[in-house]
């Protein structure tokens, strides 16, 4: 009987133990998921400001094609004006 009552305790305290060791695991499994949550957010963050600045980047290089291949055109036509009202 004496050493059915020693497993027993020994199971107890391993389960006891096992317990603790779970709720370690679990609260450090806890705190590296909020870690990375927090990680996550930050970078969809930076990836929008690079996504929103590509085509901010895009947008004023197409004005500035576009301002520049007009250019001639409009010099032309201002030098044409001026020249004719002077």
């Excluded at 391993?14 to 709720?23: C, W, Y």
């Excluded at 996550?40 to 895009?58: H, Q, T, Y």
């Amino acid at each position: 009987m004496a050493l059915i009552i020693e497993q027993s305790n020994i199971a107890y305290e391993a389960r006891d133990q096992a317990h603790s060791e779970m709720a370690l695991l679990k609260a450090q499994a806890d705190k590296e998921q909020s870690i990375f949550e927090v990680e996550w957010r930050e970078l969809g963050r930076v990836l929008n400001d690079i996504r929103s600045n590509k085509l901010k980047w895009a947008n004023a290089d197409k004005a500035h094609l576009f301002s520049k291949s007009q250019c001639p055109s409009v010099c032309a036509i201002s030098i044409k004006l001026l020249s004719t009202h002077f």
